[in-house]
Nanobody
Framework: QVQLVESGGGLVQAGGSLRLSCAAS????????MGWFRQAPGKEREFVAA????????YFADSLQGRFTISRDNAKNTVYLQMNSMKPEDTAVYYC??????WGPGLYEYNYWGQGTQVTVSS
């Protein structure tokens, strides 16, 4: 089992940047593929980005248009989401998640979830 705690959310102006962190504890972090998801008010949770176990593979939602990057530091048991050129439509609660098999965007294939961190982008 792994426990996930997100941090780094907050209020940012449109065009600005934020970096989210997700710290993991419990079983070996490097055995999990990781993902970031977000949920805006009144909307379903949606995929943002995923990263493989060694960080060599990444995948992003098409809608992000290259503005976000995902990375991980297995020595620190942490995964990051760097968000640049932010837009008001990026406003959401952002969740990190871990999956023990495979990797990629499938929300229901993730076994463990953090509590989320609020990101608000003002126009």
């Amino acid at each position: 089992q792994v426990q996930l705690v997100e941090s780094g959310g907050g209020l940012v102006q449109a065009g600005g940047s934020l970096r989210l962190s997700c710290a993991a504890s419990g079983r070996t972090f490097s055995s999990y593929a990781m993902g970031w998801f977000r949920q805006a008010p009144g909307k379903e949770r949606e995929f943002v980005a995923a990263i493989g176990r060694d960080g060599g593979n990444t995948y992003f939602a098409d809608s992000l248009q290259g503005r976000f990057t995902i990375s991980r530091d297995n020595a620190k048991n942490t995964v990051y989401l760097q968000m640049n050129s932010m837009k008001p439509e990026d406003t959401a609660v952002y969740y990190c998640a871990a999956r023990s098999t495979g990797w990629g965007p499938g929300l229901y294939e993730y076994n463990y979830w953090g509590q989320g961190t609020q990101v608000t982008v003002s126009s």
